[in-house]
T-cell receptor
Framework: KQEVTQIPAALSVPEGENLVLNCSFT??????LQWFRQDPGKGLTSLLL?????REQTSGRLNASLDKSSGRSTLYIAASQPGDSATYLC??????????FGTGTRLKVLA | EPEVTQTPSHQVTQMGQEVILRCVPI?????FYWYRQILGQKVEFLVS????????KSEIFDDQFSVERPDGSNFTLKIRSTKLEDSAMYFC??????????????FGPGTRLTVL
Protein backbone atom coordinates (compact mmCIF):
# COMPACT_ATOMS: atom_id res chain seq x y z
CA LYS A 1 0.00 0.00 0.00
CA GLN A 2 1.40 3.35 -1.03
CA GLU A 3 2.21 5.70 1.85
CA VAL A 4 3.34 9.29 1.45
CA THR A 5 5.22 11.05 4.23
CA GLN A 6 6.30 14.65 4.45
CA ILE A 7 9.02 15.94 6.70
CA PRO A 8 9.11 18.26 8.53
CA ALA A 9 5.50 18.59 9.59
CA ALA A 10 6.07 22.26 10.35
CA LEU A 11 8.80 24.74 9.56
CA SER A 12 9.39 28.32 10.56
CA VAL A 13 12.09 30.34 8.83
CA PRO A 14 13.13 34.00 8.53
CA GLU A 15 12.39 35.77 5.29
CA GLY A 16 15.00 35.33 2.58
CA GLU A 17 16.08 31.83 3.52
CA ASN A 18 16.28 29.04 1.00
CA LEU A 19 14.47 25.96 2.19
CA VAL A 20 13.78 22.36 1.30
CA LEU A 21 10.63 20.39 1.91
CA ASN A 22 10.79 16.62 1.73
CA CYS A 23 8.36 14.03 0.49
CA SER A 24 8.91 10.28 0.55
CA PHE A 25 6.76 7.49 -0.81
CA THR A 26 6.94 3.77 -0.23
CA UNK A 27 6.21 2.41 -3.70
CA UNK A 28 8.32 3.72 -6.57
CA UNK A 29 5.74 2.64 -9.17
CA UNK A 30 4.26 6.07 -9.77
CA UNK A 31 3.35 7.93 -12.94
CA UNK A 32 3.75 11.41 -11.59
CA LEU A 33 4.11 13.45 -8.44
CA GLN A 34 2.57 16.81 -7.80
CA TRP A 35 3.25 19.53 -5.25
CA PHE A 36 0.36 21.66 -4.04
CA ARG A 37 0.01 24.71 -1.89
CA GLN A 38 -2.92 25.05 0.50
CA ASP A 39 -3.73 28.22 2.40
CA PRO A 40 -5.70 27.83 5.66
CA GLY A 41 -9.27 26.79 4.95
CA LYS A 42 -8.73 27.03 1.22
CA GLY A 43 -8.38 24.76 -1.77
CA LEU A 44 -5.40 23.20 -3.50
CA THR A 45 -3.18 25.20 -5.79
CA SER A 46 -1.00 23.09 -8.04
CA LEU A 47 2.62 24.25 -7.97
CA LEU A 48 4.60 21.71 -9.93
CA LEU A 49 3.95 18.40 -11.64
CA UNK A 50 6.79 15.97 -12.29
CA UNK A 51 6.22 13.03 -14.59
CA UNK A 52 7.97 9.78 -13.68
CA UNK A 53 10.41 10.20 -16.55
CA UNK A 54 11.52 13.62 -15.33
CA ARG A 55 14.07 14.48 -12.66
CA GLU A 56 12.98 18.01 -11.87
CA GLN A 57 10.66 20.86 -12.67
CA THR A 58 11.08 24.57 -12.05
CA SER A 59 8.65 27.44 -11.72
CA GLY A 60 9.98 30.78 -10.61
CA ARG A 61 11.52 30.40 -7.16
CA LEU A 62 10.31 26.82 -6.88
CA ASN A 63 12.20 23.73 -7.93
CA ALA A 64 10.96 20.20 -7.42
CA SER A 65 13.05 17.11 -7.89
CA LEU A 66 12.07 13.48 -8.14
CA ASP A 67 14.13 10.39 -7.40
CA LYS A 68 11.69 7.61 -8.13
CA SER A 69 14.02 4.76 -7.31
CA SER A 70 14.60 6.00 -3.79
CA GLY A 71 11.01 7.15 -3.34
CA ARG A 72 11.82 10.79 -2.70
CA SER A 73 10.94 14.23 -3.90
CA THR A 74 12.05 17.61 -2.65
CA LEU A 75 10.56 21.03 -3.10
CA TYR A 76 13.14 23.79 -2.98
CA ILE A 77 11.94 27.33 -2.31
CA ALA A 78 14.49 30.04 -2.97
CA ALA A 79 14.55 33.38 -1.17
CA SER A 80 11.44 32.67 0.89
CA GLN A 81 8.88 35.42 1.45
CA PRO A 82 6.09 35.85 4.02
CA GLY A 83 3.62 35.23 1.19
CA ASP A 84 5.01 31.71 0.88
CA SER A 85 3.49 30.84 4.25
CA ALA A 86 1.07 27.97 3.66
CA THR A 87 0.84 24.20 3.87
CA TYR A 88 2.65 22.36 1.09
CA LEU A 89 1.26 19.01 0.04
CA CYS A 90 2.92 16.30 -1.96
CA UNK A 91 0.77 13.82 -3.87
CA UNK A 92 1.75 10.78 -5.91
CA UNK A 93 -0.19 9.21 -8.74
CA UNK A 94 0.28 5.44 -8.87
CA UNK A 95 -2.00 5.08 -11.87
CA UNK A 96 -4.97 3.70 -9.97
CA UNK A 97 -7.33 6.57 -10.69
CA UNK A 98 -6.41 8.53 -7.60
CA UNK A 99 -3.75 10.71 -6.07
CA UNK A 100 -2.35 9.75 -2.70
CA PHE A 101 -1.52 12.72 -0.55
CA GLY A 102 0.98 13.31 2.20
CA THR A 103 0.08 15.07 5.43
CA GLY A 104 1.79 18.25 4.39
CA THR A 105 4.43 20.62 5.69
CA ARG A 106 3.14 23.77 7.35
CA LEU A 107 5.50 26.60 6.44
CA LYS A 108 5.72 29.94 8.16
CA VAL A 109 8.05 32.60 6.78
CA LEU A 110 8.73 35.36 9.26
CA ALA A 111 9.12 38.95 8.09
CA GLU B 1 -7.38 29.24 -18.25
CA PRO B 2 -10.07 26.59 -17.76
CA GLU B 3 -10.77 25.65 -14.18
CA VAL B 4 -12.89 23.34 -12.07
CA THR B 5 -15.59 25.16 -10.13
CA GLN B 6 -17.53 24.01 -7.09
CA THR B 7 -20.67 25.22 -5.41
CA PRO B 8 -21.44 26.11 -2.74
CA SER B 9 -18.19 27.22 -1.17
CA HIS B 10 -19.60 26.50 2.28
CA GLN B 11 -22.58 24.34 3.21
CA VAL B 12 -23.99 24.05 6.69
CA THR B 13 -26.48 21.29 7.37
CA GLN B 14 -28.14 19.45 10.21
CA MET B 15 -27.18 15.88 10.98
CA GLY B 16 -29.38 13.46 9.07
CA GLN B 17 -30.07 15.83 6.21
CA GLU B 18 -29.17 15.16 2.60
CA VAL B 19 -26.66 17.39 0.86
CA ILE B 20 -25.60 17.69 -2.74
CA LEU B 21 -22.24 19.16 -3.57
CA ARG B 22 -21.84 20.40 -7.10
CA CYS B 23 -18.88 20.55 -9.39
CA VAL B 24 -18.40 21.78 -12.92
CA PRO B 25 -15.34 20.02 -14.34
CA ILE B 26 -13.24 21.43 -17.12
CA UNK B 27 -15.08 21.20 -20.38
CA UNK B 28 -14.24 18.07 -22.43
CA UNK B 29 -12.60 16.35 -19.50
CA UNK B 30 -13.52 12.70 -19.19
CA UNK B 31 -12.51 11.59 -15.71
CA PHE B 32 -13.99 13.00 -12.52
CA TYR B 33 -13.08 12.60 -8.89
CA TRP B 34 -14.12 13.51 -5.38
CA TYR B 35 -11.71 13.82 -2.49
CA ARG B 36 -12.25 15.00 1.03
CA GLN B 37 -10.09 16.54 3.74
CA ILE B 38 -11.15 16.45 7.35
CA LEU B 39 -9.71 19.43 9.21
CA GLY B 40 -6.06 18.81 10.06
CA GLN B 41 -5.90 15.52 8.16
CA LYS B 42 -4.78 14.26 4.78
CA VAL B 43 -6.65 14.74 1.56
CA GLU B 44 -8.34 11.38 0.94
CA PHE B 45 -9.68 9.89 -2.26
CA LEU B 46 -13.40 9.11 -2.28
CA VAL B 47 -14.41 8.09 -5.79
CA SER B 48 -13.51 8.28 -9.46
CA UNK B 49 -16.04 8.38 -12.29
CA UNK B 50 -15.63 7.70 -15.97
CA UNK B 51 -18.03 6.97 -18.79
CA UNK B 52 -21.01 7.45 -16.50
CA UNK B 53 -19.95 4.92 -13.94
CA UNK B 54 -17.76 4.62 -10.88
CA UNK B 55 -14.23 3.50 -11.74
CA UNK B 56 -13.00 3.13 -8.22
CA LYS B 57 -14.15 4.01 -4.74
CA SER B 58 -12.54 4.03 -1.35
CA GLU B 59 -13.84 2.36 1.77
CA ILE B 60 -15.03 5.78 2.92
CA PHE B 61 -17.47 5.89 0.00
CA ASP B 62 -20.23 3.79 1.53
CA ASP B 63 -23.93 3.57 0.70
CA GLN B 64 -24.53 7.05 2.10
CA PHE B 65 -22.61 8.52 -0.81
CA SER B 66 -23.50 8.65 -4.46
CA VAL B 67 -22.20 10.47 -7.51
CA GLU B 68 -23.92 11.54 -10.64
CA ARG B 69 -23.32 13.40 -13.84
CA PRO B 70 -26.85 14.65 -14.40
CA ASP B 71 -26.04 16.58 -17.56
CA GLY B 72 -23.08 17.36 -19.77
CA SER B 73 -21.48 19.80 -17.39
CA ASN B 74 -22.19 19.02 -13.74
CA PHE B 75 -20.78 16.34 -11.49
CA THR B 76 -22.42 15.92 -8.10
CA LEU B 77 -21.70 14.21 -4.81
CA LYS B 78 -24.71 13.37 -2.68
CA ILE B 79 -24.60 12.44 0.96
CA ARG B 80 -27.96 10.95 1.88
CA SER B 81 -27.98 11.28 5.64
CA THR B 82 -25.14 13.41 6.91
CA LYS B 83 -23.21 12.56 10.06
CA LEU B 84 -21.05 14.80 12.19
CA GLU B 85 -17.96 13.05 10.86
CA ASP B 86 -18.86 14.06 7.30
CA SER B 87 -17.76 17.59 8.16
CA ALA B 88 -14.82 18.22 5.86
CA MET B 89 -13.62 20.06 2.80
CA TYR B 90 -14.71 18.23 -0.35
CA PHE B 91 -12.67 18.66 -3.50
CA CYS B 92 -13.73 17.82 -7.00
CA UNK B 93 -11.12 17.11 -9.67
CA UNK B 94 -11.17 16.36 -13.36
CA UNK B 95 -8.74 14.95 -15.86
CA UNK B 96 -8.84 15.20 -19.58
CA UNK B 97 -6.33 12.87 -21.14
CA UNK B 98 -7.72 9.64 -22.58
CA UNK B 99 -5.01 7.83 -20.71
CA UNK B 100 -5.05 9.07 -17.10
CA UNK B 101 -1.35 8.49 -16.59
CA UNK B 102 -0.25 11.17 -19.00
CA UNK B 103 -1.98 14.15 -17.50
CA UNK B 104 -2.78 15.68 -14.17
CA UNK B 105 -5.95 16.04 -12.23
CA UNK B 106 -7.17 19.62 -11.89
CA PHE B 107 -8.70 20.39 -8.53
CA GLY B 108 -11.57 22.70 -7.69
CA PRO B 109 -11.51 25.19 -4.81
CA GLY B 110 -13.49 22.90 -2.53
CA THR B 111 -16.76 22.96 -0.64
CA ARG B 112 -16.55 23.18 3.13
CA LEU B 113 -19.30 21.03 4.61
CA THR B 114 -20.23 21.61 8.22
CA VAL B 115 -22.64 19.14 9.83
CA LEU B 116 -24.24 20.32 13.07
Amino acid sequence: KQEVTQIPAALSVPEGENLVLNCSFTDSAIYNLQWFRQDPGKGLTSLLLIQSSQREQTSGRLNASLDKSSGRSTLYIAASQPGDSATYLCAVYPGTYKYIFGTGTRLKVLA
Amino acid sequence: EPEVTQTPSHQVTQMGQEVILRCVPISNHLYFYWYRQILGQKVEFLVSFYNNEISEKSEIFDDQFSVERPDGSNFTLKIRSTKLEDSAMYFCASLGAPIPDTDTQYFGPGTRLTVL
